[in-house]
């Protein structure tokens, strides 16, 4: 390899950072930690099969469902969303929107959108490390 090839790669690099959108580059950040949480891209889970997901929370809403109070999250990975809905719960300590979370649970698909019920969760410190 020359010298002149490192200084060739960064070059890239720097100018694919300038063509790039700034949610390009988030939505790419947010996959870079996929594996190391054992976690699956969002647009890779079918529905009616358990998986690992990890994101940021996008918003989170208190809304009735049948009567019942439910929280609902919208989590971000960069490839998808998927909605996280806790039944019977008004709020729950750390759910907040920008609050990087894993989740495992059942897929499924409502109104083309995908949902997990009670999810498992785990809060994770900012920026997901």
Do not use: H
Not at 6 to 33: W, Y
Not at 41 to 50: D, T, V
Not at 55 to 60: E, F, N, S
Not at 89 to 111: C, F, H, N, T, Y
């Amino acid at each position: 390899m020359s010298t002149a090839e490192p200084v060739k790669r960064g070059l890239r690099g720097f100018l694919r950072r300038l063509t790039t959108s700034q949610s390009e580059l988030e939505a790419a950040e947010l996959q870079e930690d996929l594996d190391q949480y054992g976690a699956t891209p969002i647009a890779s889970c079918g529905q009616r099969r358990r998986f690992c997901v990890k994101g940021t929370l996008r918003t989170v809403t208190l809304r009735p469902r049948g009567g019942a109070p439910s929280l609902e999250a919208e989590l971000y990975d960069g490839s998808d969303v998927i909605d996280l809905v806790w039944l019977g719960r008004r709020k729950i300590i750390g759910i907040e929107p920008g609050r990087a979370v894993r989740a495992e649970g059942l897929v499924s698909v409502q109104d083309d959108r995908k949902v997990m019920f009670n999810p498992r969760y785990e809060l994770l410190p900012a920026g997901g490390q």
